[in-house]
């Protein structure tokens, strides 16, 4: 079985999926201690688009110092429409406005994606199979995508916020979050291998991060259905 089948199989059995839930891991070091530890229990409802939340967060960035529990349930379709009314959608505004350089980069895009496929290796372990991949240039893509976004957002004066009162400990979940993968997108990645453990019903058992360089971070998540 080739990966590309494989990929095909494992998409199409998480998107039968209507429940979600297990455990997140991730620990983040540079020479100057743990900027990051994070450990998350969650639970997923897809169907009925709830999620439940059982966090411990221990950060310690330039931007956000935090060390707080968070046990949450919420509902992630309204969180999501607080996320475009909030500002994203000036993304795609933005995106109208210079569409024709969007339209110019679409084979640039595709360029990518093949080449992160053919990047892709497959092996088997038992009953399990292996998808690795070094996404070093993924992460650089991504440090180019959040200064752009910043740069657009300053220039155009707009702000994320949710609505005022209705989830204050998620936004500084959210604050947290982006502060933590601003650490991580400011290293110098030697290397950063993701490996996904797909079961003998093409569900995603595990996912993993391992990166190396001037900082170091692991991440992991264990999922049951």
Do not use: Q
């Not at 199409?12 to 229990?41: D, P, Q, R, W, Y």
């Not at 009925?48 to 529990?69: F, G, H, Q, S």
């Amino acid at each position: 079985m080739n990966k590309l089948e494989v990929l095909y199989k494992m998409s199409k059995a998480m998107k039968e999926k209507e429940k979600i839930s297990g455990t997140v891991n991730l620990v983040g070091t540079s020479e100057k201690g743990e900027f990051a530890n994070i450990t998350n229990n969650f639970e997923k409802d897809i169907k009925n688009k709830k999620m439940k939340i059982d966090a411990k967060l221990n950060v310690n960035t330039e931007e956000v110092k935090a060390e707080k529990d968070i046990v949450k349930e919420f509902d992630f379709e309204k969180l999501h429409e607080g996320h475009r009314h909030g500002g994203h959608h000036c993304g795609r505004g933005n995106g109208h406005m210079h569409g024709h350089g969007r339209c110019g980069n679409k084979f640039e895009k595709l360029e990518f994606l093949f080449k992160t496929l053919n990047d892709m290796e497959l092996s088997e372990e038992g009953d399990l199979k292996v998808i690795t991949l070094d996404i070093k240039d993924i992460i650089k893509k991504k440090k180019e995508k959040m200064k752009e976004f910043h740069k657009n957002h300053e220039h155009h004066g707009h702000h994320h916020h949710m609505e005022d009162g209705k989830c204050e400990e998620l936004k500084e979940v959210f604050k947290i979050k982006h502060a933590i993968f601003k650490e991580i997108l400011s290293c110098e990645s030697e290397k950063a291998v993701l490996r996904l453990i797909i079961d003998k019903d093409f569900t995603i058992k595990s996912v993993e991060v391992k990166s190396e360089g001037d900082k170091k971070v692991e991440f992991k998540a264990d999922l049951n259905y």
